[in-house]
């Protein structure tokens, strides 16, 4: 059975920095796409960012230039760096993972395995 657990939410004001941790097995890093996704209230899921197996990096264009995903195999953990946060970046942050193969697609149905979330709340 494949868990995934994120960590690392919480409350900031806006400029301020979070770092998501979302635990999951080694297997899983090395073989599947991961991404970042949020929901924020009233609105639908949105893929925020992603890495494939081999660490190549896409993102949505409202994050470019303030978070980072990234992936470290040995720690078992998929992290995204958060750097200057806004009002609006307040969501549920999932993460997930996909067997797509070698490359990462944004459409969620691709994505098998989700976590339970944690929140992000950015106050102006």
């Known amino acids: 059975q494949v868990q995934l657990v994120e960590s690392g939410g919480g409350s900031v004001q806006a400029g301020g920095s979070l770092r998501l941790s979302c635990a999951v097995s080694?297997?899983?890093?090395?073989?599947?796409?991961m991404g970042w996704f949020r929901q924020a209230p009233g609105k639908e899921r949105e893929g925020v960012a992603l890495?494939?197996?081999?660490?190549?990096?896409a993102y949505v264009e409202s994050v470019k230039g303030r978070f980072t995903i990234s992936k470290d195999n040995a720690e078992n953990s998929l992290y995204l760096q958060m750097n200057n946060l806004k009002p609006e970046d307040t969501a549920m942050y999932y993460c997930?993972?996909?067997?797509?193969?070698?490359?990462?697609?944004?459409?969620?149905?691709?994505?098998?395995?989700w976590g339970q979330g944690t929140q992000v709340t950015v106050s102006s």
């Open positions: 997930a993972a996909s067997d797509s193969g070698p490359y990462c697609y944004w459409s969620q149905n691709r994505f098998g395995y």
């Open positions: 080694r297997y899983i890093l090395s073989t599947h796409c």
């Open positions: 890495i494939d197996r081999n660490a190549r990096t």
